[in-house]
């Protein structure tokens, strides 16, 4: 048996008991949690009914290349700057509009490829995307 000293009898105990504050607050949290469902559910509301939505297949996408000597290729064919501007035109009136696949060769002057993206951009196509090799 342990004995307390004399003075330790006489002092009062200032120390809080959490057990109870616990085990309370664990009990508000359950009921929360029951209860929440039945208050969401609780509005009246009348949902209107939907049709299945008709899905839009996406457009295929067109493949634009730039050879070396700054020549453009509309899906494998070769094509004049004229004729890319009416191609390009063309497929931005389509609805989805296609994504086009931009590659240039490595030897092709920058400006080349910013002038094929400004043609492009010029007509309305919004949905360019860079090609480069993995490294």
Partial sequence: MTYLPEHA???VMTEINMTPLIDVMLVLLIVFIL????????????????SAAATQQPAEPV????DAQGRAYWNGQA????????L?????????????RLSGDRAVPYE???QTLSTLQGA???????MAQKP
Avoid: Y
Wanted: proline share 9%; aromatic share 2%.
């Fill in 112 to 114: 080349r490829v910013l």
């Fill in 79 to 86: 094509v004049a700057d004229d004729a890319l501007k009416a």
């Fill in 88 to 100: 390009a035109q063309q497929a931005a009136r389509l609805d989805p509009q296609p994504v086009v």
């Fill in 35 to 50: 209860a929440v469902p039945a208050i969401q559910s609780a509005i009246p509301l009348t949902l209107p009914r939907a």
């Fill in 63 to 66: 493949r634009l290349d730039i």
């Fill in 9 to 11: 009898e006489d002092e």
């Fill in 124 to 130: 309305g196509l919004a949905k360019v995307n860079f």
